[in-house]
Protein backbone atom coordinates (compact mmCIF):
# COMPACT_ATOMS: atom_id res chain seq x y z
CA UNK A 1 0.00 0.00 0.00
CA UNK A 2 1.84 3.02 -1.03
CA UNK A 3 0.42 6.49 0.31
CA UNK A 4 2.06 8.10 -2.54
CA UNK A 5 -0.50 6.89 -4.93
CA UNK A 6 -3.50 8.35 -3.21
CA UNK A 7 -4.83 11.43 -4.93
CA UNK A 8 -4.79 14.79 -3.39
CA UNK A 9 -3.05 16.36 -0.63
CA UNK A 10 -4.29 13.88 1.92
CA UNK A 11 -2.37 10.88 0.48
CA UNK A 12 1.04 11.52 1.67
CA UNK A 13 0.03 12.24 5.42
CA UNK A 14 -0.85 8.81 6.26
CA UNK A 15 -3.44 6.36 5.64
CA UNK A 16 -5.28 7.34 8.53
CA UNK A 17 -4.91 11.04 8.75
CA UNK A 18 -7.20 11.80 5.67
CA UNK A 19 -9.29 14.79 4.99
CA UNK A 20 -9.09 17.83 3.08
CA UNK A 21 -5.30 18.42 4.98
CA UNK A 22 -4.57 21.08 1.88
CA UNK A 23 -5.67 24.13 4.16
CA UNK A 24 -3.31 27.02 4.41
CA UNK A 25 -0.73 25.55 2.00
CA UNK A 26 -0.52 29.22 0.86
CA UNK A 27 3.66 29.26 0.40
CA UNK A 28 4.14 26.15 -1.06
CA UNK A 29 6.77 26.90 -3.68
CA UNK A 30 5.39 24.16 -7.36
CA UNK A 31 8.20 22.78 -7.58
CA UNK A 32 8.39 21.18 -4.11
CA UNK A 33 4.90 20.39 -3.75
CA UNK A 34 3.91 18.58 -7.51
CA UNK A 35 7.33 16.41 -6.62
CA UNK A 36 9.86 18.15 -9.24
CA UNK A 37 12.02 20.03 -7.08
CA UNK A 38 14.80 18.23 -8.49
CA UNK A 39 17.42 18.64 -5.89
CA UNK A 40 19.17 15.96 -4.23
CA UNK A 41 17.28 13.09 -6.14
CA UNK A 42 17.52 10.89 -8.66
CA UNK A 43 17.18 11.77 -12.24
CA UNK A 44 15.66 14.63 -13.67
CA UNK A 45 18.29 17.99 -15.47
CA UNK A 46 17.82 19.84 -12.13
CA UNK A 47 21.43 21.37 -10.48
CA UNK A 48 22.17 19.50 -7.54
CA UNK A 49 21.86 21.26 -4.60
CA UNK A 50 24.38 20.33 -1.83
CA UNK A 51 23.31 17.72 1.06
CA UNK A 52 22.17 19.26 4.37
CA UNK A 53 24.35 18.54 7.44
CA UNK A 54 23.84 17.29 10.74
CA UNK A 55 25.26 20.53 12.39
CA UNK A 56 28.34 20.01 15.29
CA UNK A 57 28.27 21.44 18.32
CA UNK A 58 24.89 21.46 18.99
CA UNK A 59 23.70 23.18 22.54
CA UNK A 60 24.61 21.34 25.56
CA UNK A 61 20.62 20.68 26.96
CA UNK A 62 18.08 18.14 25.53
CA UNK A 63 14.75 18.79 24.61
CA UNK A 64 13.23 17.83 28.30
CA UNK A 65 15.58 20.32 29.93
CA UNK A 66 14.97 22.99 27.53
CA UNK A 67 11.39 22.64 27.32
CA UNK A 68 11.09 22.07 31.23
CA UNK A 69 9.62 25.48 31.64
CA UNK A 70 6.36 24.80 29.44
CA UNK A 71 5.96 21.54 28.90
CA UNK A 72 6.92 17.56 28.82
CA UNK A 73 8.80 16.32 25.68
CA UNK A 74 8.00 13.06 24.62
CA UNK A 75 8.75 10.45 21.88
CA UNK A 76 6.86 7.29 20.83
CA UNK A 77 8.80 4.47 21.12
CA UNK A 78 9.02 0.71 19.31
CA UNK A 79 10.84 -2.08 19.86
CA UNK A 80 14.07 -0.75 18.35
CA UNK A 81 14.12 1.19 21.49
CA UNK A 82 12.60 -0.48 24.08
CA UNK A 83 13.73 -4.44 23.56
CA UNK A 84 17.40 -2.80 23.36
CA UNK A 85 18.48 -1.21 26.44
CA UNK A 86 21.88 -0.64 25.66
CA UNK A 87 21.46 0.56 21.84
CA UNK A 88 22.19 4.04 20.92
CA UNK A 89 18.58 4.74 20.65
CA UNK A 90 17.66 3.71 23.91
CA UNK A 91 20.19 6.13 25.11
CA UNK A 92 19.16 9.04 22.56
CA UNK A 93 15.42 8.54 23.70
CA UNK A 94 16.55 8.60 27.64
CA UNK A 95 18.40 11.31 27.25
CA UNK A 96 16.10 14.00 25.12
CA UNK A 97 12.85 12.85 26.38
CA UNK A 98 10.98 12.78 29.66
CA UNK A 99 7.71 11.28 28.52
CA UNK A 100 6.81 8.27 26.14
CA UNK A 101 3.97 6.83 24.49
CA UNK A 102 4.66 2.71 22.45
CA UNK A 103 3.80 3.68 18.91
CA UNK A 104 2.23 0.06 18.37
CA UNK A 105 2.93 -2.16 21.55
CA UNK A 106 0.11 -0.90 23.32
CA UNK A 107 -2.74 -1.38 20.39
CA UNK A 108 -5.47 -4.88 20.99
CA UNK A 109 -3.72 -6.06 17.61
CA UNK A 110 -0.59 -6.22 19.40
CA UNK A 111 -2.21 -6.82 22.83
CA UNK A 112 -4.79 -9.98 21.66
CA UNK A 113 -4.36 -10.56 18.16
CA UNK A 114 -6.44 -13.94 19.03
CA UNK A 115 -9.39 -14.11 21.20
CA UNK A 116 -8.25 -14.60 24.82
CA UNK A 117 -4.59 -14.78 23.55
CA UNK A 118 -3.04 -11.98 25.86
CA UNK A 119 0.76 -11.10 24.23
CA UNK A 120 2.26 -8.00 26.48
CA UNK A 121 5.88 -8.26 26.05
CA UNK A 122 6.21 -5.40 24.10
CA UNK A 123 4.07 -3.58 26.24
CA UNK A 124 5.54 -4.66 28.89
CA UNK A 125 9.12 -3.83 27.62
CA UNK A 126 8.09 -0.47 26.75
CA UNK A 127 6.71 0.03 30.71
CA UNK A 128 9.68 -0.71 31.77
CA UNK A 129 11.64 0.98 29.87
CA UNK A 130 10.36 4.42 30.22
CA UNK A 131 9.57 3.55 34.41
CA UNK A 132 13.54 2.57 34.41
CA UNK A 133 13.87 6.16 32.86
CA UNK A 134 11.35 8.12 34.42
CA UNK A 135 9.84 9.03 31.33
CA UNK A 136 5.58 9.75 31.80
CA UNK A 137 4.14 6.76 30.25
CA UNK A 138 1.04 7.89 27.64
CA UNK A 139 -0.84 4.84 27.13
CA UNK A 140 -2.23 4.32 22.96
CA UNK A 141 -4.28 3.98 22.90
CA UNK A 142 -7.93 1.81 24.08
CA UNK A 143 -10.37 2.23 21.03
CA UNK A 144 -9.26 3.04 17.40
CA UNK A 145 -11.11 1.59 14.44
CA UNK A 146 -7.34 0.57 13.20
CA UNK A 147 -4.87 -2.33 14.09
CA UNK A 148 -7.75 -3.62 15.83
CA UNK A 149 -8.51 -7.28 14.59
CA UNK A 150 -11.39 -8.33 13.26
CA UNK A 151 -12.96 -10.99 15.76
CA UNK A 152 -13.45 -8.50 17.91
CA UNK A 153 -16.78 -6.67 15.81
CA UNK A 154 -17.42 -10.80 15.15
CA UNK A 155 -20.46 -10.14 17.96
CA UNK A 156 -23.45 -7.56 18.78
CA UNK A 157 -23.75 -4.35 20.75
CA UNK A 158 -23.82 -6.69 24.32
CA UNK A 159 -20.93 -8.26 23.22
CA UNK A 160 -18.67 -5.90 21.87
CA UNK A 161 -19.24 -3.10 25.06
CA UNK A 162 -18.12 -6.96 27.19
CA UNK A 163 -15.04 -7.45 24.88
CA UNK A 164 -13.57 -4.03 25.66
CA UNK A 165 -14.55 -4.26 29.20
CA UNK A 166 -12.87 -7.08 29.14
CA UNK A 167 -9.60 -5.86 27.12
CA UNK A 168 -9.64 -2.81 29.88
CA UNK A 169 -9.65 -4.45 32.53
CA UNK A 170 -7.05 -6.85 31.45
CA UNK A 171 -4.76 -3.46 30.86
CA UNK A 172 -6.11 -1.83 34.10
CA UNK A 173 -5.04 -5.08 35.80
CA UNK A 174 -1.36 -5.03 34.28
CA UNK A 175 -0.32 -1.30 34.30
CA UNK A 176 -2.70 0.18 37.24
CA UNK A 177 -1.20 3.41 38.21
CA UNK A 178 1.75 3.31 35.90
CA UNK A 179 0.06 5.30 32.98
CA UNK A 180 -0.63 8.93 33.06
CA UNK A 181 -3.18 9.04 30.55
CA UNK A 182 -4.62 7.03 28.31
CA UNK A 183 -5.56 8.03 24.78
CA UNK A 184 -9.56 6.56 25.47
CA UNK A 185 -10.94 7.08 22.00
CA UNK A 186 -8.60 7.53 18.94
CA UNK A 187 -10.31 9.56 15.44
CA UNK A 188 -13.89 8.90 15.68
CA UNK A 189 -14.76 11.99 13.85
CA UNK A 190 -14.20 13.21 10.45
CA UNK A 191 -12.79 16.47 9.50
CA UNK A 192 -16.50 17.77 8.58
CA UNK A 193 -17.46 17.04 12.45
CA UNK A 194 -19.50 13.77 11.84
CA UNK A 195 -19.56 10.32 13.65
CA UNK A 196 -16.67 8.21 11.57
CA UNK A 197 -18.41 5.33 10.90
CA UNK A 198 -16.42 2.67 12.19
CA UNK A 199 -17.24 -0.81 13.45
CA UNK A 200 -17.40 0.29 16.80
CA UNK A 201 -20.30 3.21 15.75
CA UNK A 202 -21.98 0.33 13.81
CA UNK A 203 -22.13 -1.58 16.42
CA UNK A 204 -22.26 0.18 19.60
CA UNK A 205 -24.75 3.48 18.39
CA UNK A 206 -24.07 7.19 18.28
CA UNK A 207 -23.32 7.71 21.85
CA UNK A 208 -20.68 5.31 22.14
CA UNK A 209 -17.97 8.18 22.88
CA UNK A 210 -18.99 8.95 26.39
CA UNK A 211 -20.50 5.22 27.31
CA UNK A 212 -16.48 4.11 26.41
CA UNK A 213 -15.10 7.32 28.38
CA UNK A 214 -17.27 6.17 31.60
CA UNK A 215 -16.42 2.72 31.47
CA UNK A 216 -12.76 4.10 31.17
CA UNK A 217 -13.21 6.02 34.14
CA UNK A 218 -13.70 3.26 36.08
CA UNK A 219 -10.94 1.23 35.12
CA UNK A 220 -8.38 4.18 35.18
CA UNK A 221 -9.35 5.98 38.09
CA UNK A 222 -6.13 7.86 38.26
CA UNK A 223 -5.13 8.26 35.05
CA UNK A 224 -6.11 11.50 32.60
CA UNK A 225 -8.27 10.60 30.06
CA UNK A 226 -7.65 11.39 26.70
CA UNK A 227 -9.67 11.76 23.35
CA UNK A 228 -7.23 11.99 20.50
CA UNK A 229 -7.52 12.62 16.53
CA UNK A 230 -6.16 14.24 13.45
CA UNK A 231 -6.67 17.43 11.87
CA UNK A 232 -8.14 18.88 15.72
CA UNK A 233 -7.79 22.50 13.54
CA UNK A 234 -10.02 21.57 11.02
CA UNK A 235 -13.19 23.71 12.17
CA UNK A 236 -15.57 21.37 11.55
CA UNK A 237 -14.13 18.64 13.52
CA UNK A 238 -12.68 21.49 15.99
CA UNK A 239 -16.37 22.59 16.78
CA UNK A 240 -17.42 19.18 17.19
CA UNK A 241 -14.90 18.03 19.37
CA UNK A 242 -15.53 21.07 21.72
CA UNK A 243 -19.43 20.23 21.80
CA UNK A 244 -18.40 16.56 22.49
CA UNK A 245 -16.65 18.54 25.73
CA UNK A 246 -19.86 20.74 26.69
CA UNK A 247 -22.30 17.43 26.37
CA UNK A 248 -19.31 15.34 28.72
CA UNK A 249 -19.97 17.87 30.90
CA UNK A 250 -23.52 18.28 31.72
CA UNK A 251 -23.74 14.31 31.52
CA UNK A 252 -21.29 13.79 34.18
CA UNK A 253 -18.93 11.91 32.30
CA UNK A 254 -14.61 12.50 32.82
CA UNK A 255 -12.43 13.45 29.97
CA UNK A 256 -9.58 14.97 31.22
CA UNK A 257 -7.51 15.89 28.03
CA UNK A 258 -7.50 15.87 24.60
CA UNK A 259 -5.01 15.22 21.97
CA UNK A 260 -3.80 17.33 18.98
CA UNK A 261 -2.19 14.45 16.16
CA UNK A 262 0.31 16.89 14.69
CA UNK A 263 1.03 14.88 11.66
CA UNK A 264 1.52 17.98 9.75
CA UNK A 265 2.95 18.79 6.09
CA UNK A 266 6.18 20.81 5.56
CA UNK A 267 3.89 23.26 3.64
CA UNK A 268 0.56 22.80 5.76
CA UNK A 269 -1.64 23.73 7.61
CA UNK A 270 -0.84 26.90 8.26
CA UNK A 271 0.00 27.82 11.75
CA UNK A 272 -2.75 30.43 12.21
CA UNK A 273 -4.99 27.73 11.19
CA UNK A 274 -3.41 25.71 14.08
CA UNK A 275 -3.75 28.42 16.27
CA UNK A 276 -7.39 29.06 16.20
CA UNK A 277 -8.16 25.71 17.11
CA UNK A 278 -5.52 25.57 20.13
CA UNK A 279 -7.15 29.15 20.73
CA UNK A 280 -10.86 27.46 20.86
CA UNK A 281 -9.32 24.56 22.98
CA UNK A 282 -7.50 26.40 25.82
CA UNK A 283 -11.11 29.02 25.75
CA UNK A 284 -12.61 25.43 26.94
CA UNK A 285 -10.42 25.28 29.46
CA UNK A 286 -9.10 21.81 28.09
CA UNK A 287 -5.70 20.61 28.92
CA UNK A 288 -4.38 19.84 25.39
CA UNK A 289 -1.59 17.59 24.50
CA UNK A 290 0.20 17.65 21.08
CA UNK A 291 0.58 13.87 20.70
CA UNK A 292 1.70 12.62 17.41
CA UNK A 293 4.15 15.08 15.94
CA UNK A 294 6.01 14.17 12.65
CA UNK A 295 6.77 17.07 9.30
CA UNK A 296 6.13 15.01 6.53
CA UNK A 297 8.82 17.15 3.72
CA UNK A 298 7.77 14.83 0.49
CA UNK A 299 6.00 15.95 -2.22
CA UNK A 300 2.25 15.90 -2.92
CA UNK A 301 1.63 12.84 -5.90
CA UNK A 302 0.79 14.50 -8.77
CA UNK A 303 -0.78 17.28 -7.54
CA UNK A 304 -0.59 20.40 -10.10
CA UNK A 305 -0.51 17.89 -12.88
CA UNK A 306 -2.11 14.73 -12.87
CA UNK A 307 -0.52 13.10 -15.82
CA UNK A 308 3.02 14.55 -15.10
CA UNK A 309 5.38 12.25 -16.21
CA UNK A 310 8.14 13.42 -14.40
CA UNK A 311 6.46 13.35 -11.11
CA UNK A 312 9.08 11.73 -8.87
CA UNK A 313 7.06 10.70 -5.44
CA UNK A 314 10.23 10.14 -3.81
CA UNK A 315 12.94 13.42 -4.85
CA UNK A 316 15.66 13.04 -1.60
CA UNK A 317 16.31 9.62 -1.64
CA UNK A 318 20.10 9.85 -1.60
CA UNK A 319 19.77 13.22 0.87
CA UNK A 320 17.56 16.03 1.93
CA UNK A 321 18.99 19.16 0.10
CA UNK A 322 20.28 22.04 1.84
CA UNK A 323 17.71 24.62 1.40
CA UNK A 324 14.83 22.26 1.71
CA UNK A 325 16.34 21.39 5.27
CA UNK A 326 16.35 24.98 5.84
CA UNK A 327 12.41 25.30 5.20
CA UNK A 328 11.99 22.15 7.77
CA UNK A 329 14.08 24.27 10.77
CA UNK A 330 11.87 27.00 9.71
CA UNK A 331 8.66 24.98 9.96
CA UNK A 332 9.47 23.22 13.46
CA UNK A 333 10.63 26.61 14.59
CA UNK A 334 6.98 27.97 13.58
CA UNK A 335 5.27 24.88 15.51
CA UNK A 336 7.07 25.08 18.48
CA UNK A 337 6.75 28.76 19.03
CA UNK A 338 3.29 28.56 18.88
CA UNK A 339 3.32 25.62 20.84
CA UNK A 340 4.99 28.10 23.67
CA UNK A 341 3.05 30.81 23.21
CA UNK A 342 -0.22 28.07 23.74
CA UNK A 343 2.05 26.51 26.87
CA UNK A 344 -0.47 27.49 29.30
CA UNK A 345 -3.01 25.15 27.53
CA UNK A 346 -0.93 22.64 26.42
CA UNK A 347 1.38 19.80 28.94
CA UNK A 348 3.71 17.70 26.50
CA UNK A 349 4.25 17.49 23.07
CA UNK A 350 5.09 14.13 21.41
CA UNK A 351 7.05 13.57 18.23
CA UNK A 352 5.91 10.45 16.88
CA UNK A 353 9.07 8.49 16.52
CA UNK A 354 13.18 9.00 17.64
CA UNK A 355 14.38 9.39 14.30
CA UNK A 356 14.04 9.61 10.62
CA UNK A 357 15.05 6.57 10.16
CA UNK A 358 12.32 5.41 12.46
CA UNK A 359 9.72 7.50 11.20
CA UNK A 360 6.20 5.95 9.59
CA UNK A 361 6.43 8.58 7.13
CA UNK A 362 8.67 6.82 5.10
CA UNK A 363 6.37 4.36 3.70
CA UNK A 364 8.60 2.85 1.15
CA UNK A 365 9.95 6.31 0.48
CA UNK A 366 12.67 8.54 2.26
CA UNK A 367 11.22 10.96 4.52
CA UNK A 368 12.65 13.14 6.99
CA UNK A 369 9.68 13.62 9.10
CA UNK A 370 11.78 14.17 13.05
CA UNK A 371 14.36 16.03 14.57
CA UNK A 372 17.22 13.23 15.01
CA UNK A 373 18.81 12.00 11.62
CA UNK A 374 19.41 8.52 10.30
CA UNK A 375 22.31 8.70 12.11
CA UNK A 376 21.01 9.33 15.50
CA UNK A 377 22.16 13.13 15.29
CA UNK A 378 20.30 16.10 15.65
CA UNK A 379 19.23 17.48 12.92
CA UNK A 380 18.81 21.75 11.76
CA UNK A 381 15.17 21.78 13.31
CA UNK A 382 16.71 20.66 16.12
CA UNK A 383 19.17 23.29 17.06
CA UNK A 384 16.10 25.46 15.84
CA UNK A 385 13.92 23.99 18.75
CA UNK A 386 16.17 24.35 21.11
CA UNK A 387 16.51 27.95 20.52
CA UNK A 388 12.63 28.50 20.55
CA UNK A 389 12.28 27.32 24.05
CA UNK A 390 13.99 30.06 25.21
CA UNK A 391 12.13 33.07 23.26
C1 LIG B 1 1.02 4.32 13.16
C2 LIG B 1 2.39 3.74 13.46
O1 LIG B 1 3.32 4.78 13.55
C3 LIG B 1 2.79 2.73 12.42
O2 LIG B 1 3.99 2.07 12.80
C4 LIG B 1 1.67 1.71 12.21
O3 LIG B 1 2.02 0.86 11.16
C5 LIG B 1 0.35 2.40 11.90
O4 LIG B 1 0.06 3.32 12.95
N1 LIG B 1 -2.57 7.82 14.17
C6 LIG B 1 -2.35 7.09 15.31
C7 LIG B 1 -1.15 6.21 15.41
O5 LIG B 1 -3.09 7.23 16.29
O6 LIG B 1 -1.39 5.06 16.17
C8 LIG B 1 -0.63 5.83 14.05
O7 LIG B 1 0.60 5.12 14.23
C9 LIG B 1 -0.46 7.05 13.19
C10 LIG B 1 -1.79 7.74 12.97
Redesign the pocket.
Known amino acids: MLAFRRAGCAGLL????LGSACGGDKSAPPGILDGNAGAGGEGGNAPREPCAKSPKNVADTTLAEAYAQHFKFGV?L?GFTFFDDASARADLARTEFNRATA??AM?WSSLEPTEGEYDFEAADAFVEFAEANAMQIHG??LL?H??VPDWVFETDRAGLLGRLEQHMAALADRYAGRVAYW?VV??AFEDDGSLRNTPWRQILGDDYIQEVFAMADRYFPDAKLVY?D?NMYQPGKRDRVLRMLDDFDEAGVRIDAIGM?A?YHLYFPAIETIEEALTAYGDAGIEVLVT?LDVNVLPIPNRSNPADENFDPDPYVECLPESVDALVADRWGELLSLFVRHADDISSVTT??LDDGLS?LNGDRTNYALLFDRDLEPKSNYVRVIEVADE
Not at 14 to 17: D, P, R
Open positions: SLTVANENKHVWEQDNENFQHEWGW
